[in-house]
């Protein structure tokens, strides 16, 4: 599929006037980056643009030599006649929407982004534009988030049942994004926090990067099991099956995802509780997400991206969807 400004490509989304590709899957001589979440942020690249909150994770993750360069938000850059700049997108640190504009007409790649401000993250921001390109993880009318408040109420019951049990909290959640909402929205009264050496790493890069977090705890190797009764600890989906939880026994699974807000997932994730927190649009954010760039034409991507614009369509807009290769299915979702 082509477009005059925007096109799809076995690389990923290019723009041919100023010869760049946004979040490209392959590499590139020049990609610009909405964040730095491995399936919008690769190596192989021979240069990188992107937001400087995304920097100390791009660096941390792709390599601390990586030839990038650095913008604000609002602030605009002109490459080869096409006007770039980068917009709030809610998601995670860092993320960003990616405004395009060339001879009058604007674009917005949205990457991936929520419109529910999470005390972290640089809330979103709708950017008016003639064509958006929206991400649809969560593109149907069945997903529909609680306030982010609500959720916070139910971890902190389960997590404080459990120390009076005398059992260990696990919360698992993406080391990148959701290790951050969770640490600046849990309320430490309970017990200590402890974190996986991969949520410690992500949070100690932040931290030097000048992010106020709040502390936590690394894990002892050599503690006894006494020591994490009452504790949380938060670690990446990669542990939840592992020989490494079994340091915490007796312990109580939760997760932290988007997906835990459909029954069949939450089963199948083996989580003892499931808590729906997304740093993905629920369906009412995409609508009016969607509705207040005043685009005429939409491109839906990543998710539920036919139905989502078959009902576009029947809403009267120009809407399509295009195939890419940026997940949907892994737990940072």
């Known amino acids: ?39 919008h942020a690769r190596a192989g690249s021979s240069a990188y643009l992107s937001h400087k909150d995304s920097e100390a994770i791009l660096r941390l ?96 019951q389960w997590w404080k049942s459990n120390a009076a049990q005398g059992i260990c909290s696990v919360l698992i959640g993406y080391s990148l994004g959701k290790a951050q909402r969770l640490l600046v929205n849990l309320d430490t009264s309970t017990g200590p926090i402890y974190s996986h050496t991969a949520i410690s790493n992500t949070h100690d890069a932040l ?19 006494d020591e994490y009764r009452n504790a949380l600890i938060l670690a990446p989906p990669a542990t939840a099956d592992s020989v490494w939880m079994k340091r915490f026994e007796p312990y109580s699974i939760g997760v932290a995802s988007g997906w835990m807000g459909i029954r069949g997932a939450r089963r199948r994730s083996n989580a003892d509780r499931g808590f729906a927190l997304s740093d993905h649009a629920d369906w ?9 760039t005043e685009a005429s034409r939409i491109i839906a991507t ?32």
């Open 61 to 156: 993750r792709l390599s601390k030599n990586l030839p990038l360069q650095t913008v604000g938000y609002d602030e605009q850059i002109d490459i080869n006649g096409v006007k770039f700049s980068f917009h709030p997108a809610g998601h995670i640190i860092g993320s960003s929407q990616i405004r395009v504009e060339y001879k009058g007409e604007v674009w917005v790649f949205s990457g991936d982004y929520k419109l529910e401000n999470d005390g972290f993250s640089v809330p979103f921001e709708p950017v008016k534009c003639d064509v958006f390109i929206t991400e649809c993880t969560f593109g149907l009318p069945v997903y529909r988030w609680k306030p982010q408040q609500e959720i916070f109420e139910s971890i902190h």
């Open 302 to 333: 990543h998710g539920y991206s036919a139905a989502f614009s078959k009902w576009l369509c029947e809403q009267g807009y120009e809407a399509q969807d295009a195939r890419t290769e940026y997940s949907t299915e892994t737990p940072e979702h």
């Open 207 to 225: 931290i030097e990067a000048g992010f106020n977090l709040p502390s936590t705890l690394r894990i002892d190797l050599k503690a006894s099991k």
């Open 1 to 39: 599929m082509k477009s005059d400004l925007l096109q799809f490509t076995n690389k990923g989304i290019y723009c041919p006037p100023a010869k760049v590709y946004l979040d490209p899957w392959r590499g590139v001589d020049k990609a610009l980056i909405t964040h730095a979440h491995s399936d």
């Open 284 to 292: 009412p954010s995409l609508v009016k997400a969607v509705k207040e």
